[in-house]
């Protein structure tokens, strides 16, 4: 037994005999509990500290911050070219070529970084002009989006089924500045010294990756830029920059339309109550990140195991997703009141919405693997930008009647459109649509596989 599965010992020992053999599936079990202990200590620390900050700077200073960080990631598909997924696929399939896609997606995405920054503090200038803070905020926090190149690591690691390596970088350079956040907080700081500490973790983070890289006996001195493999990294990857910016465009678009309507203060409810909806999304990320190399293989070997791994994964994401949902719907009160206080207890009726927009997350975060596997990442960015145009219009139409909670649900609507139903518009398309759709409605459940 591996060191990775010492953990299968504490198992009863009827499943410890199931799966102590079956090597894959140990590796899938592991990484999955890398990436959950990783998103779930992210969410302890981060909500604790997050709140404070939040009671801290109170909901104006709270909402020009979140509106600087939701504007930033408007811009970070550019800064990553979309080729997370890209990267990780030609490292499974194609492993001797590692040195030149490691290689190529770092320059590319170095050059993606000075662009987005460049188009984050350009459009700000444009939208905020005579605001002084805002715009400095904005610099600091894109500025960076450049160091995001070293993230090719954590597609290395991802490819080999090995997430801790990611997770101890990250948790790590999180914690020490959660503790730097609440240093900030007891010396009662301004609200600039917040932004600088999110740009330094940033720093930190990316040369964390690149040292656990190498401590892993690797080289960076033989990644290759090739300008044949970069044509090749953007000729599939084009579809996911632009489907990545509509993304951000329905998840992130409302706070900027929120700010831009009904200023800082409504921007700080609505990310009070997004904060605690979008804590969960770290599930169906962890899951997907580590089953995905199981189900290309599969497709290798058998179409018909191929979707039938799809369907189960489908009615994983709905059970879990729709149990988060129910659970915070009944508690939303009383956890606003108990983490943000009075002050932001408006958030409470937006978090009964905006959680409910967790079914489509979860079913698009699976079929988004399902899109790069059948390499129709097209129809990725016409569905998205489907979503981001409906986000927009229903943004356009429901703030001024409803305000914040008209945006909650203009993301679960636009949310729905791009996950789901658009998927029913295409051929090639309809068969995931299908999927997703028995999947809600629990048909699947009860019928044979």
């Not at 169906?284 to 599969?298: G, L, M, N, T």
């Not at 799809?310 to 009615?315: A, G, I, M, S, W």
């Not at 399902?370 to 129709?376: D, K, Q, R, V």
């Not at 981001?388 to 429901?398: E, H, R, S």
């Amino acid at each position: 037994m591996t060191t990775s599965a010492y953990w299968v010992r504490i198992l009863p020992s009827f499943i410890r005999r199931k799966i102590e053999k079956r090597t894959n599936l140990l590796e899938i079990i592991s990484n999955i509990g890398w990436l959950f202990f990783d998103k779930i200590f992210r969410m302890g620390v981060g909500v604790f500290v997050g709140v404070w900050i939040a009671r801290y700077l109170g909901p104006a200073q709270f909402g020009l911050l979140n509106y600087a960080t939701a504007f930033i990631a408007l811009f970070t598909a550019i800064a990553t070219l979309g080729l997370n997924g890209i990267v990780v696929r030609d490292l499974i399939v194609e492993p001797g070529k590692a040195p030149s896609t490691l290689g190529t997606a770092f320059a590319l995405q170095i050059i993606g970084g000075l662009l987005a920054f460049g188009l984050a503090v350009a459009c700000v200038g444009f939208l905020r002009p005579h605001e002084h803070l805002a715009k400095i905020m904005i610099v600091v926090l894109g500025a960076g989006m450049m160091f995001k190149a070293t993230e090719v690591v954590k597609y290395w690691f991802e490819a080999k089924v090995q997430a801790k390596y990611g997770v101890w970088v990250e948790n790590g350079a999180f914690l020490v500045f959660a503790l730097v956040k609440v240093s900030l907080l007891v010396r009662g700081a301004q609200l600039m010294a917040f932004v600088w500490a999110a740009f330094a973790e940033g720093v930190l983070v990316a040369a964390g990756l690149l040292a656990v890289y190498v401590l892993n006996g690797q080289k960076l001195s033989i990644w290759r830029y090739r300008y044949k493999r970069a044509k090749g990294l953007l000729s599939d990857s084009w579809p996911l920059i632009l489907s990545g910016l509509a993304v951000m465009v329905y998840m992130r678009v409302d706070q900027i339309m929120l700010g831009q309507m009904l200023g800082d203060e409504a921007v700080g409810i609505f990310s009070a109550a997004v904060r605690l909806s979008e804590i969960w999304y770290f599930i169906p990320v962890a899951i997907c990140a580590s089953v995905f190399p199981a189900i290309i293989e599969a497709r290798r070997n058998s179409v018909e195991l191929y979707y039938l791994r799809l369907k189960k994964l489908f009615e994983l994401m709905v059970l879990m997703a729709v149990a988060v949902a129910i659970i915070m719907s009944f508690i939303s009160d009383w956890v606003v009141n108990l983490l943000y206080g009075p002050g932001y207890q408006a958030a409470a009726p937006v978090l009964v919405i905006h959680i409910w927009t967790g079914i489509f997350v979860f079913l698009g975060v699976a079929s988004s693997r399902w899109f790069i596997a059948e390499n129709l990442q097209r129809y990725s960015f016409y569905r998205t930008l489907a979503g981001g145009i409906a986000n927009v219009i229903l943004n356009f139409i429901l703030i001024p009647k409803y305000g914040v909670t008209g945006s909650a649900w203009a993301t679960v609507i636009s949310q729905a459109v791009a996950s789901v139903f658009f998927n029913a518009a295409n051929k090639e398309t309809r068969i995931i649509f299908s999927m997703q759709i028995k999947a809600i409605i629990g048909i699947s459940f009860f019928h044979k596989s």
